[in-house]
């Protein structure tokens, strides 16, 4: 009986992670400079924040190159990215640190 309990807990913590698979665009610098993310923070070029379209403010999330294998842990603190078929808006710095320098097809893991 333990082992079914043990098991039905794996099931249900692997169904609750957050995970997607798609594109990744980087943020222009025109668009952040002096402009404020949708919880309020001024956006900024170094910091290892991005948007996303339903992930809440403050979420973690381990983000990974597809192509090179690169990952970086970002913070979302903002809303988007409005184009079809991106899942994600990097800052330039988190965008450097997984080696993109436009669109990028990336892995998605909610770690909090």
């Known amino acids: 009986m333990k082992l079914i309990t043990l ?4 099931v249900c913590a692997a169904t609750s992670a957050h995970a997607e698979t798609g594109i990744a665009s980087v943020y222009s610098h ?3 400079g002096g402009r404020f993310a949708a919880n309020g923070e001024r956006l900024n070029d170094s910091a290892l924040t991005a948007a996303h379209r339903t992930l809440p403010f403050g979420a973690v999330v381990l983000v990974t190159n ?47």
């Open 7 to 10: 098991a039905a807990a794996l």
């Open 30 to 32: 025109r668009d952040s």
């Open 66 to 112: 597809t192509r090179n294998g690169r990952a970086v842990t970002v913070r979302i603190n903002d809303r988007g990215p409005y184009v079809r078929g991106r899942i994600i808006d990097l800052m330039p710095a988190a965008a450097s640190a997984l080696g993109v320098d436009g669109l990028a097809h990336v892995t998605l893991e909610r770690i909090r």
